[in-house]
């Protein structure tokens, strides 16, 4: 790509594992198929924004256990929060979780994720690729917005907002990754499709995440729940958060990427607020559901 | 995910844990225009209703209601087979899904009415490797199946599955055919296709199951996110399919035996 006058880049070193650009999403675009995307650990994503002086849905880099590295084109400063990892700049640990200043050209290393799962690289200014019905999200199950990031990919950095350093002093409350996950639950809308036995077993089992979750659910391994009703669910709106129990009984609580619609049962939900330490909690980690 | 088939259809079932304070719980027949209110979290309601139509003529309720500013926040409005998702509801204020559902429950609501707007027009070739297997389900010669399916006033009941995809209501119930036993892990943009008693048009590349009895020269228009609305097919636009023939559209490739192949993963 040639450079353009007052357009920058960040050039992508180490895509790692799953590396996708998130902003707040795309809600409101159900009624079209349309999923809503966005940071899957939102609170992280909205104070590494702050943490830079970037509005709090600026977009950012959403890494997936393995972290990435990335090269500025400009001296940038940029904040590597949500999971904690080693943070280097050219090979020199630096800090995490608050604002480092990366010179044009040196690369910015968010290491594999010590605790938790999806890290988040924001950098002042914002990422600026095109955004689609006004979110600059990647979506992976409708491949709306940038695709995950390749090595060799170049992403535009926006012009920080004027007014100088960004507005951190002090410590920064992040959050842990959860060594447990729990998980309230509002039941419904179709708790009646599964069996009173079925209903207890969601809110007394011992769950653990399953290595099969991803950006459109977190899947767990443990006891399946049993239907009342057998027949096919004719297919229904799905909202973030609902606990959908596919043919095998195992359920999948539904992440930002989830389906719009969808043909199986929603036992329960979770809150949306509930939904960021899913985000973070690895394969493996015990989850238990309560209700809400 | 599983299909769209709508055979899910009957009397609610036995009351279960229960539900928040002001949704409705299954007690009798319902007249078929009443809606059945369900929580689905702490600020979505999704609304049950009889049928697609009495769905359909529910969303179009609500988007008058709406535009009346009768009706509280709602961040998305979700029509599906026999749903209605209300998602987003006024977020701030605690108690405003359970009144919300109180007053749903209430409503009257009417019949949809015919469209008096002009209808969409899809151009299909109607040259889909469906095309003999739904023919004999229609029990009709494979040259018919375009003058049936064309001669049908669709109207878009809902869309999900993918971005633009449109869920099609309007065939009789007699052209209503089961989906393929083996979806296909490949089915090119634009493919024509039934299921159940939907015609879908995929507005890009994806694994499916429905059988597909043709092609839209030019499926790039389904879905745009430069224009407003991305969906050419949005909830409640009237559709007419227009046969085109294979020769006239000669400029456009033929799909490839290999964007037709077995899977058993696909979703629509």
Redesign the interface.
Known sequence: MIPVAGRHLLYVVRPGALTTVQDAGRPGHAHLGVGRAGALDAPAARLANRLVGNPPDAAVLETTLTGCAVRPDRPVVAVVGGAGCRVTVDGRPVAWGAPVRVPAGAVLDAGPAGTGLRSYLAFAGGLVPDPVLGSRSADLLSGLGPAPLSEGDELPLGEPASGGPPPHAGPVPWPGAPAELVLPVHPGPRHDWFTEAAFRTLLTAAYRVSPHSNRIGLRMEGPPLERSRTEELPSEGMVLGAIQVPPDGRPVVFLNDHPTTGGYPVVGVVPERALSAAAQAVPGTRLRFVRA | ??????????P?????????SG?SR?SGPRAPGTPRV?????H?L?V?LADGEHAEAFRAELLRRRERGELPAV???????????L??IAEGEPDARDRLARELASWRVEPLRREDREPVEVPVIYDGPDLGEVAALWGVGADEVAALHSRTAFRVA????????G?LTGLPERLHVPRRTTPRTRVPAGAVALAGPYTGVYP?PSPGGWQIVGRMPDPGALWD?GRE???LL??GTPVRFVPVDAGKAAALPAPRAGDFQADSRA?A
């Open positions: 995910m599983s299909g769209p088939d709508a055979t899910g259809d009957g609610a079932g036995p009351t279960g844990p229960g539900g928040p949704l299954p369900l929580p689905a979290g702490p979505a999704l049950e961040r998305d409005i979700v029509p599906a087979a026999r749903t209605v998702l998602d987003g809902f869309c999900g599955f993918a971005p633009g995809f869920y890009r996110p609305p991305a969906a949005v909830p979703d």
